[in-house]
């Protein structure tokens, strides 16, 4: 797989080019390319006749990166994902899709760069705002519990907590992220936070938030928020793994309003 260099990091990066619409997918955090696939949140996979360019953000997968929290602070990786359309789409608007950290990334570029983005497919947003300070709180704690007590504790933790109805029958994944580096992977997210309610009512494109319910980290309403703020969004919620398995071809109407 091809590298790109970026300030801090290299990006492992991977395109499909089957001609047609450019297409950026991304992923969550601790995540990556494979992690996603196996938690069925690789919508890309049902996509035909795109330029689907898809990369393991730094720090996560087969990226590289370093021990500075602020490294992945959302704008800092909507930096990165800037610089990456600017190398493989010049001067082409793209229609861009990912969940949570992925969806805070697309959402702090479209703010930066408005005219990059052709549409948006937005899944699982993050808690924001009001709801962003205890789960900052709970990042933090994380990453004294992963550099007091090693990666097993966290896990022991983090895989006894409930799962989301819709995810049912996926399987149980750790981090793709090394243990060196996932404390500052989740100081990063506690410095996080979506932009402001107002930049992100200026996001005027085509948009579908995808959400699922009984999950604290990724509220329904958050979704629900951007859907009130954004003009041209909509909002399609999962409750089962039926549910979750229509959004490839979500994704794929998405994509074919553009084409």
């Not at 990226?63 to 994902?81: F, I, M, Q």
């Not at 229609?95 to 549409?119: C, E, K, Q, Y």
């Not at 085509?206 to 980290?217: C, F």
Request: glycine residues 8%; charged residues 20%; proline residues 9%.
């Amino acid at each position: 797989m091809p590298t790109f260099s970026v300030p801090g990091a290299e990006l492992d990066v991977e395109l499909s080019d089957e001609g047609g619409h450019p297409v950026v997918q991304l992923h969550g955090l601790t995540s990556s390319r494979h992690r996603d696939r196996l938690m069925d949140l690789d919508l890309g996979r049902g996509l035909n006749g795109t330029r689907l360019l898809r990369y393991d953000a730094r720090g996560h997968g087969h990226s590289t990166g370093r021990e500075v929290p602020e490294d992945y602070r959302w704008p800092v990786l909507a930096d990165d994902l800037l610089r990456l359309l600017d190398h493989w789409f010049p001067g082409e608007q793209v229609h861009g899709v990912g969940p949570s950290m992925g969806t805070g990334t697309l959402l702090h570029a479209a703010v930066r760069d408005p005219d990059r983005f052709v549409g948006l497919t937005l899944l699982v947003p993050a808690t924001a705002w009001e709801t962003r300070v205890a789960k900052a709180a709970i990042y933090r704690r994380n990453a004294t519990l992963i550099e007091e007590q090693g990666l097993d504790a966290f896990l022991v933790a983090d895989l006894a907590a409930p799962r989301p109805p819709a995810t049912v029958g996926t399987p149980e994944t750790g981090p793709d992220v090394t243990e060196r580096l996932l404390p500052s992977l989740f100081r990063g997210a506690a410095l996080s936070d979506l932009p402001a309610p107002d930049a992100i009512a200026a996001i005027g494109v085509p948009t579908t938030v995808l959400a699922w319910i009984d999950d604290p980290g990724h509220p329904v309403s958050t979704a629900e928020a951007l859907v009130d703020l954004m003009p041209k969004a909509t909002l399609a919620v999962a409750h089962t793994p039926a549910d979750l398995a229509r959004w490839p071809s979500i994704l794929c109407e998405d994509v074919a309003r553009h084409g």
